[in-house]
């Protein structure tokens, strides 16, 4: 029993006791706007040093590459934009006539 009494009183919880002692600080309006004005001149000058750091700084492999994969883009969409919904169910359905009924899915069930 003595090992007990050598921890020494109740537990001591955090803001149970302090309740009405400690109060917030409320911070001025004007500390407010000043603030908001240092961040948002703050903002500006890393935007504009961000457009001026912003070089393009591929090689000029890369450049061909992505000019290309553009284009190719570009034609993809029109050859799209080109046919008709009708047109292309049609097409599908004739690329899938062609091929083997090898790989279709066979009936699972054997009552039908």
């Known amino acids: 029993m003595s090992a007990y009494k050598s921890a020494g009183g109740a537990l001591k919880l955090k803001g149970v006791g ?7 600080k409320k911070k001025s309006k004007e500390a407010k706007k000043i603030l908001e004005q240092i961040s948002s001149i703050r903002d500006e000058e890393s935007r504009d040093e961000s457009t001026k750091r ?5 090689t000029p492999a890369q450049k061909a590459f992505d000019k290309i994969q553009e284009q190719r883009q570009v034609e ?3 050859e799209k934009a080109s046919k ?7 097409e599908f359905n004739a690329k899938l006539d062609t091929l083997t009924e090898h790989f279709d899915i066979p009936k699972v069930s054997w009552t039908k």
């Open 18 to 24: 302090d309740l009405g002692s400690k109060k917030k």
């Open 54 to 58: 912003k070089r393009d700084q591929r």
């Open 76 to 78: 993809r969409v029109l």
């Open 84 to 90: 008709k919904h009708k047109e292309r169910v049609n």
